[in-house]
Each structure stands twice: as C-alpha cells, then as structure tokens.
C-alpha cells in the first residue's frame, strides 16, 4: 500500500506533462487551411485526426484520477465536493478522447453531442472543485504553500469559463480556439501545482522515513 502511495504522485505528474507535450504535437500542422485559433480542440482533432490530441486528453483523465487517488490516500483538505468534481472532469476526458465529434459545420449526431457535454463538464468542474478547495488548503499547514496559486489559476478559470460562453454564444465563435486552449491552460496548470505538491510531500515523507530507520 505504501508503494502504491508513491506511485500516485508520479503517476499523476508524468501524466500531466506527457498530456501537455501530446497536446503541442497534436496542434502542429502544416495545413494553412486548419486554423486553431478559430477551432476547439476537438474540432481540430475531427480535422485532422492524428491521434495525439486524443491521446492527450486520456492521458490526462488518467492522470487526474491518479491524482484524485493520491489525494485521497494522503488524506489532502480538499473535501468532497472538489474531490467529485475533479473525479468528474477525469471522466469527462477520458470520454472526450474516446467518443469522438463531427467536423465544424456538419450537424450534431448523438456521439457528438455526448462529446460536446463531457467537454463542458470538463470545462466547468476544475474552475469550481479550485474554488471550493482554497480556504481547506489555506487551513492546512501542509498545503497552505499551494492555496494562493490554487486560488488563482480557478480564477482564471472562472474568467475563461465567461470569456468562452460568450464567444461561443453571442461572440460568433471568434478566437475560440484561443479562448478554449487559455482555459484548459489554467486547468490543468491548477492539477500540475495540485500534483508537484502531492509528490514533495509524498516523498518528503518517505525520504524523512527512511532517514529515521537508517539512524535507528
């Protein structure tokens, strides 16, 4: 159990950075035609169907439920609610990597419509589980370090969450890949500080543990 513990951490972080560069790599490309600055990431992806971008955001799903675990088994202040809503943006990626969309355009089938949902549970849940976890993590001497920027990055987050209800809505879709690829930023920025604090206090832990039973 102690192994697995440790493993959570790791899990998570490695998780997170190999999201982001699969992210980077499934937006390169050379077409002029696919601007991605106009297009959601989804709408890109059903363009140009690569993989990674997909790849990306299952990795990330599973990185936020290890994350989630790890949390958890470390006993961490961010209370139920938080905890659901960060269990519910993982299941929402691994929904959007795995139920795939309809190009700009053509109309909404049923899997593009379940796609289109687990988007904007995604989207809302992290802003909203941040805010609620800010005054627990302020509290906790452990992670009173994380709070402030916790409580910033879910700010930003609230504000993207405004910024692309208004582009998508009466703003005519301009920039919404901006919008969307900013907010999404901030969201998995809040679970990467989320996740490095996680792994220094794990292995603080286990590294002050095994100082003592040298020593003893």
Not at 10 to 36: F, H, W
């Amino acid at each position: 159990m102690l192994a697995l513990k440790r493993l959570y951490p790791l899990v998570a972080c490695a998780g997170i950075v190999m999201a982001a560069v699969a992210t980077v790599i499934g937006q390169i490309d050379p077409d002029p035609y696919l601007d991605p600055l106009n297009l959601t990431i989804s709408e890109y992806a059903a363009l140009d169907r690569g993989g990674a971008t997909e790849f990306a955001m299952a990795t990330l799903g599973v990185a936020s439920l290890a994350l989630v675990a790890g949390l958890r088994a470390a006993r961490a202040p961010i209370g139920v609610a938080a905890e659901r809503l960060m269990l519910a943006w993982s299941a929402a990626l691994v929904v959007i990597a795995i139920v795939p969309t309809t190009a700009p355009g053509l109309a909404l089938d049923l899997t593009a419509q379940v796609h289109r949902y687990a988007s904007i549970a995604a989207f809302v849940a992290m802003p909203v589980a941040g805010a609620l976890m800010v005054t627990r993590l302020r509290e906790d001497e452990r992670w009173r370090a994380v709070a402030r920027p916790v409580e910033w990055l879910a700010l930003a987050g609230g504000f993207g969450l405004l910024a692309i209800t208004y582009v998508a809505l009466p703003g005519d879709r301009v920039l919404i890949g901006l919008v969307e690829r900013l907010l999404l930023g901030a969201e998995v920025a809040l679970i990467g500080v989320l996740a490095v604090r996680l792994a220094q206090l794990t292995w603080v832990r286990s590294a002050a543990r095994a100082s003592r039973a040298a020593l003893g």
